[in-house]
């Protein structure tokens, strides 16, 4: 699990398409995501990573998707991982 926290490391992980990104979020609960989800947007990344410092949650990329269910109480996101 790692933590994402500039733009490059951003598009060089959505470049690669591969592994799951896990979007933390204090108010709408925490996700996982494919990479190629609309919901992983580099817009949205610069917006809560950059832009608000990471007040609301924070972006990691993992690969041990039941891992971070558990440990972060975290949802699969319904439109790309049903
Ligand atoms: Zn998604």
Do not use: Q, W
Request: glycine share 6%; charged share 40%; proline share 0%.
């Amino acid at each position: 699990m790692r933590e994402i926290k500039t733009k490059d490391e951003f598009r060089e992980i959505k470049e690669s398409g591969a592994g799951y990104l896990l979007i933390t979020d204090t108010a709408n609960g925490n996700r996982i995501h494919k990479l190629s989800c609309s919901h992983v947007k580099e817009d949205y990344f610069e917006e809560k990573v950059l832009k608000e410092k990471c007040k609301n949650g924070n972006y990691y990329m993992i690969d041990d998707i039941e891992g971070a269910m558990e440990r972060y109480n975290a949802d699969l996101c319904m439109k790309c991982m049903k």
